[in-house]
């Protein structure tokens, strides 16, 4: 009977092939990197002519990805987003992916719109460009104006791209099931969710539906803020392949020189737009969740622009309570309730070292605690406390995983526009309503009422439980599962002493015998045996030396 991924593998063989041509081609610097062989290393070459013997691994990895394509490309970004995963140089690294890549022919635009819309390209918009703005790996961009004169940009969707995505994200959910039940080490990390969500998110990134409905209810939730805009949605003319929106009319948030010469406060841009970024965090729990200074546009004014609303994030009450838990004992300098929020918050390895990590955590707040805000950047704070996570092998959960990138992310891009702005000294306010808001009766009356569920749900199910119990011990069907660690090199020495003591007695065997071919009256075999023995034995002893069994006082 087949394995169920392997056949899903066996169905895009010619896929699969590329890819392991691709990452064959990306590891071969690694094999030939210790050689002195210019002619070879010369050879390693990606697909823009960079030689892969001088890169980093994390770099061959981006280009990798790079080169497999739209899918891979996103799956990077999503990994970019998990520090707590990958670490942080290899999170780092990814952020860098780019999915530009050439423009699609007008026509297919041209056709889609038809097919979605029901109407020619020509009787929906008096103008429209035919070369696209922008030219990412899942839709195109184009300038164009409406019947009524309004200035809008449309988003339309590649052509063909839900089908290729499926074969690959097919293959990817394959490969990561495979990994999942046949390497112990990477099993923790769990790879058949992370791909599951990668999968949710960018079937979700593809069906323009839900951006549309991303940018209406940031519309919504800031119509009264004059600091920020957001686009205007024109409903009669979207699909789930087609985005039409208001044209902003600013600066892009990437192009700083002309930034600094249009004589706009840039301190004062950048505290707005960070502003923006913890209201929608910490007042509303949905955020934006790319928050790049390519999404940000200047406006007359000093008003924020937001724009790509494809990528969102998402923390319920439950979460947003323990983050602001974390946050507090963060504030406080309390390393043991630090600690027990994390342990709260992740996923714990069953050999985990509570006392270790609350030392660490203790070094990590004896770095801040005392310091003027100003001169505390967040961005780096977390980094380092995810990089103490990681350490430990702990596992967040992906919508704080994604919240943390995000204020990482939030905090460059306002140092960009202007390095004296703080995040911490913006954050302060909010961790004081924080705190009012944990005291209000409103939330203490929602506590109250989830802790009342919890525990009449413990009482509903416990009697069922305890009666399933006894019924199994009564029937004889009740098993118990017991998890040794760390015997299998226990196993694996006594075999070894076992084998080691075999061969020195049937080597004595040998050669007592006299047991032919001989060599100056002594048996080969026996010699032969005596050797092996002892040295197995030596080996048994020096494993037996390292693991601190014997001479413990050494």
């Known amino acids: ?160 791209i839900e089908a290729k995505s499926t074969t690959d994200l097919e293959i990817v959910q394959a490969m990561a099931e495979l990994l999942e039940k046949h390497s112990p080490t990477l099993r923790p990390y769990q790879p058949v969710a992370i791909v599951r969500q990668f999968r949710r998110a960018l079937l979700r990134e593809m069906d323009f539906s839900y951006e549309k409905r991303n940018i209406e209810e940031f519309a919504e939730r800031f119509a009264d803020e004059p600091n920020v805009r957001i686009p205007v949605v024109y409903g009669d003319l979207c699909s789930h392949q087609i985005i039409t929106m208001e044209r902003l009319e600013g600066l892009p948030g990437t192009d700083i020189e002309a930034l600094q010469a249009s004589g706009e406060d840039l301190a004062e841009f950048a505290r707005r737009g960070a502003n923006m970024y913890l209201e929608m965090v910490f007042r509303d729990g949905f955020y934006h969740a790319d928050p790049h200074p390519g999404n940000l546009m200047l406006l007359p004014g000093c008003v924020v622009g937001v724009i790509d609303c494809g990528q969102v994030g998402r923390i319920d009450d439950e979460l947003r309570d323990e983050v602001e838990t974390l946050l507090l004992a963060i504030v406080e300098n309390d390393s043991v309730h630090v600690t027990e929020q994390v342990l709260r918050l992740g996923s714990v390895p069953p050999d985990f070292n509570r006392e270790r990590l609350r030392t660490d955590l203790d070094d990590f707040m004896a770095d801040y605690v005392g310091h003027p805000l100003a001169d505390i950047n967040v961005g780096n704070a977390l980094t380092s406390l995810i990089e103490i996570i990681r350490r430990y092998h702990i596992t967040l959960p992906p919508p704080l995983a994604v919240l943390l990138k995000t204020i990482i992310v939030l905090e460059g891009t306002s140092r960009r526009f202007s390095p004296e702005v703080s995040l911490a000294e913006l954050m302060e306010p909010f961790c004081q309503r ?121």
């Open 1 to 160: 009977m087949k394995i169920e991924p392997l056949a899903r593998l066996e169905r895009h063989a010619k896929r699969l092939g590329e890819i392991a041509g691709v990452l064959g081609k990306y590891g071969l610097a690694d094999l030939f990197g210790g050689f002195d062989y210019p002619w070879l290393n010369n050879r390693l070459r990606s697909a823009d002519g960079q030689t892969l013997s001088d890169l980093t691994t994390p770099a061959r990895v981006r280009l990798a990805m790079t080169e497999l394509g739209t899918t891979f490309i996103k799956l990077g970004q999503m990994l970019s987003t998990r520090p707590d995963l990958v670490g942080a140089e290899m999170a780092a690294e990814l952020a860098e992916l780019q999915s530009n890549v050439p423009a699609e022919p007008i026509e297919v635009a041209r056709a889609i719109i038809l097919a979605d819309l029901g109407q020619p390209l020509e009787e929906l918009y008096i103008e429209f460009e035919e070369i696209p703005l922008a030219a990412a790996s899942i839709a195109q961009v184009y300038a164009a104006r409406l019947q009524t004169g309004e200035r809008v940009v449309v988003k339309v969707r590649r052509g063909g």
């Open 434 to 554: 924080m705190v009012l808001r944990r005291l209000s009766p409103k939330r203490l009356v929602r506590r109250a009422r989830r802790t009342y569920r919890d525990w009449e749900r413990l009482f509903n199910l416990l009697p069922r439980d305890l009666a399933d119990l006894l019924a199994r011990f009564r029937d004889g069907t009740l098993t118990v599962h017991l998890d040794h660690r760390h015997l299998d090199p226990i196993i694996n020495r006594l075999v070894l002493g076992v084998l080691t003591a075999a061969i020195f007695l049937g080597s004595s065997e040998l050669w007592s015998r006299e047991a032919k071919p001989l060599l100056w009256g002594v048996s080969i075999f026996g010699a032969l045996g005596y050797l092996l023995s002892l040295y197995l034995g030596w080996r048994l002893l020096r494993a037996i030396r390292k693991s601190g069994n014997i001479d413990s006082k050494d």
